[in-house]
């Protein structure tokens, strides 16, 4: 006697197929559970990134406290300088001239 599996998109009773009769969907739970692997490695994939964002975020995560606190630093001093620009920026746009 043959399995017989449902389809969970159209309804229909497929006798013993990995993939759907009618629409072809994926049925076979070995096959469904390799192709959920595969897409969450996909996603997991870390994507390229720029060679400075990648250093920022090594600092950033480092076990040493002293890089951390570096970075911190940095990114403060980084917040303010660009923080009085834009307040200067802002007062020139306002301003008639």
């Known amino acids: 006697?043959?399995?017989?599996?449902?389809?969970p998109d159209c309804n229909t009773w497929n006798a013993g197929g990995s993939h759907c009769q009618t629409c072809g969907k994926i049925l076979d739970p070995e096959l469904l559970r390799e192709e959920a692997d595969l897409r969450?490695?996909?996603?997991?994939?870390?994507a390229?990134?720029?060679?400075?964002?990648?250093f920022f975020d090594r600092m950033k995560n480092s076990d040493w406290l002293?890089?951390?606190?570096?970075?911190?630093l940095g990114y403060s001093v980084w917040f303010v300088f660009f923080s009085i620009i834009s307040f200067f920026m802002f007062l020139i746009a306002w301003t008639p001239g």
């Open 66 to 72: 002293i890089i951390r606190g570096l970075y911190w």
């Open 1 to 7: 006697m043959s399995i017989q599996r449902r389809c």
């Open 40 to 46: 969450r490695s996909q996603e997991k994939a870390p």
């Open 48 to 54: 390229a990134g720029h060679l400075l964002d990648t």
